[in-house]
């Protein structure tokens, strides 16, 4: 979660804004298979609305981005033995060539 509170910053007055993130994340099978649900900005409330002020000008910006996401990612892991070759004796000719 992230919030950000209002202010003022020389001739720029912003708003505040905050927005919430989910993850779930769920292995099967030993870590072969794994399943993940991730939400973003979940409340939609991550808009910042900014005024901008100068000597003769004021401008006022409305920042209204739709940036809610849901996200289903399904992993699997091909040969995800454990039995590895971790290279012990390899090249072993080759050293005793030398």
């Known amino acids: 979660m992230q919030w950000m509170s209002g202010g003022n910053d020389d001739n720029t007055k912003q708003s505040s804004s905050s927005y919430l993130n989910a993850k ?3 292995a099967f099978f030993n870590n072969q298979f794994s399943v993940t649900l ?3 900005d979940i409340f939609n409330k991550s808009n910042r609305d900014a005024t901008l002020l100068n000597k003769d000008v004021t401008i006022h910006r409305f920042n209204t981005t739709n940036n809610r996401t849901f996200m ?3 992993q699997y892991t091909f040969n995800s033995s454990r039995d590895r070759y971790r290279g012990q004796g390899a090249g072993a000719n080759e050293l005793n060539r030398f």
């Open 38 to 40: 991730e939400a973003n």
């Open 24 to 26: 779930l994340y769920k």
């Open 72 to 74: 289903l990612t399904l």
